[in-house]
């Protein structure tokens, strides 16, 4: 089974990679930006977008496997580094109000061009029907870092989650940017932005709703199966498509994405989740 | 008769003429832009010149800065939900 899971994983890998090789030669040259456009002054940036998700999860266990929601976020990114955002996501199939916000402020710093340090905090609640709520994080504390290599972004996040239960999580993203400046006007750009991202993490929240005695029921099926618990370990292998296009103070995004649950995660009827997001943004002039 | 002989000069006119017409009218305008930008003082036109790639670079600057925010936002980083 975890064989199956491997080969499965690096195929998708295989053929991510062939489309970044057979989008190199007609990107490189969109991404050969003149130096004068680094030196060019930023301002500051406030972000307003509006957002439907369909996000099915088929999750044999719970009673919902579409779990659809509106997002709203508001963001600020001073020119200095430090920003600021607040995501507000209605579950609007709950039968009672349900919600969760989060406050989010952090800074990023670049070095050598190329390299991006990011670390953010951010404080979550959530409020309504526990089924939609997930992992049940109060605090996060996020440490990412980014390398641009001509079109391709590496980066790693680091993120330590504190609630129910605590929770370490690491993932490992590799992105394209593929933009096109000057589509229609001397004011728009379409970028698609495909990433892949490996996610490891701690397992702690699996067992964040049991109780004692059926947390070990749980545990003694998982290792009568050959998985271990309360460990660090891989846990899942997601896609995501983000197309962009953008003209003046609005843009429109469309995002699909599909994510393959570990083994362990499978044995514990975890399945696929898949889905698309469809936003609408709008960044005013300040 | 006539009609039919009006009906096809009519077209071969629009399809020879009228580009040519067209093409005339644009050189003209092209023309007339090109005298009036030789009747710009260089100094000015200078200035101008500046102050378009000024303006160039700072849509691109605005450009690369909203991409750059909207990549790192949570609406293209982390639709996937974490249960």
């Known amino acids: ?286 | 008769m006539r009609l039919t002989k009006a009906i096809i000069a009519l077209l071969i006119f629009s399809v020879l003429g009228l580009p040519n017409v067209f093409a005339q009218s644009q050189t003209k305008g092209i023309t007339e832009k090109k005298s009036e930008v030789k009747s710009v003082p260089p100094a000015a036109k200078n200035k101008t010149a500046i102050q378009s790639t000024a303006n160039q670079q700072i849509i691109a600057a605005r450009k690369q800065q909203i991409k750059k925010a909207v990549r790192s936002s949570s609406i293209s980083k982390r639709p996937i939900r974490r249960r």
């Open chain 1, 1 to 286: 089974m975890r064989n199956c899971h491997n080969i499965l994983i690096s195929n998708k890998i295989y053929l991510f990679f062939l489309f970044l090789l057979l989008t190199n030669q007609n990107f490189a040259q969109e991404n050969q930006k003149p130096d004068s456009l680094s030196n060019a002054e930023t301002s500051n940036l406030l972000m307003l977008s509006l957002s439907y998700t369909s996000n099915n999860m088929k999750t044999k266990n719970y009673e919902y496997d579409r779990i659809p929601a509106i997002l709203t976020n508001i963001s600020f990114f001073s020119k200095k580094g430090f920003f600021g955002a607040l995501d507000y996501t209605k579950f609007y199939l709950a039968k009672q109000n349900t919600y969760e916000a989060e406050l989010q402020f952090g800074y990023q710093k670049s070095f050598f061009k190329n390299l991006h340090l990011q670390t953010n905090f951010a404080r979550r609640t959530f409020v309504g029907d526990t089924t939609y709520e997930g992992l049940a994080q109060k605090n996060t504390l996020a440490l990412d870092a980014n390398y641009t290599w001509k079109f391709l972004d590496f980066q790693v996040s680091n993120s330590f989650l504190n609630g129910k239960s605590n929770n370490y999580f690491l993932d490992l993203d590799l992105s394209a940017s593929i933009d096109f400046d000057n589509l229609l006007t001397e004011n728009d750009f379409l970028l698609i932005n495909p990433t892949v991202s490996t996610s490891f993490g701690t397992d702690n929240w699996i067992f964040q709703n049991m109780s004692p005695a059926f947390e070990n029921i749980v545990v003694n099926y998982l290792s009568r199966n050959g998985f271990e618990s309360h460990t660090f370990e891989y846990q899942s292998f997601n896609i995501y498509v983000p197309i962009i296009y953008n003209i003046g103070n609005w843009g429109f995004m469309f995002n699909w994405f599909y994510s393959w649950p570990s083994a362990k995660l499978s044995k514990l009827s975890w399945q696929d989740q898949s889905g698309v997001l469809v936003s609408v943004y709008f960044t005013p002039k300040i």
